[in-house]
């Protein structure tokens, strides 16, 4: 997994820089590998038909290295399977572990900078599903408390998974091809993910769209485009 990877995988991020002392880099530059390898192992980002943003990672880092980045808003679903994360979002920071069956709810509701280490030989599995802030009311997802859900800024929220949407999210670390199954598993796991989440708003005001009429219409859409 080369530098230009982290790029090609970088949707939301305005701007981003890594970071890696000159030792590390020459110790790279003595292995087998290119010397601009950092990870070993599969990182992945895909726009969903939905318009959905689907991320997956499973890797390990070969040598330490930072990450600095810009984030654009959007509203983030994480999956952490193994690992940790430890990073910052201007003054303040964030920290993420490996927790059975709890995903992090994150919202940006402003461009925020952020900051990542990563320790040499440290692995990490998760996947992430990002949306920007109007897709929501182009999908007639509208409500008051929907509002106040966007506008709170770096709000990190813990969700406890239903078991078999945390153990269909393991699998997909293992479908990161291209076939059309591995894509239909990931459109499919993405919007049952983010309408399952959707219905555990506590809503004071009606949607538009009654949960269950939610998922199909979204499911429709998907594959009419």
């Known amino acids: 997994m080369e530098n230009l990877d982290l790029e090609h995988n970088a949707r939301f991020l305005k701007r981003y820089k890594l970071n890696i002392t000159k030792e590390e880099l020459e110790n790279a530059s003595k292995s087998a590998r290119h010397p601009s ?104 997802i509208e409500s008051s408390e929907m509002k106040q859900k966007l506008s709170q800024h770096l709000a990190l929220k813990d969700w406890a998974l239903p078991n078999t949407l945390w153990l269909q999210g393991q699998q997909l670390l293992n479908q990161h091809d291209q076939s059309y199954v591995s894509r239909m598993a990931r459109e499919g796991f993405s919007l049952s993910l983010m309408s399952s989440w959707l219905e555990t708003l506590d809503q004071k005001e009606s949607a538009h769209l009654k949960p269950e009429s939610r998922r199909m219409n979204q499911f429709k859409e998907a594959h009419e485009q």
């Open 37 to 140: 390898v950092l990870m070993d192992g599969m990182m992945m980002t895909e726009k969903l038909k939905s318009g959905m943003t689907f991320h997956m990672v499973d890797a390990k880092a070969l040598h330490e290295f930072g990450f600095e980045a810009e984030f654009a808003p959007n509203l983030k679903i994480a999956l952490l399977f193994s690992g940790d994360m430890r990073f910052q979002f201007g003054q303040k920071k964030k920290y993420m572990e490996e927790s059975k069956k709890v995903a992090k709810v994150m919202n940006f509701s402003e461009v925020e900078t952020c900051t990542l280490n990563a320790r040499a030989e440290e692995h990490r599995s998760a996947l992430y599903l990002s949306v920007e802030p109007d897709w929501f009311e182009k999908n007639g």
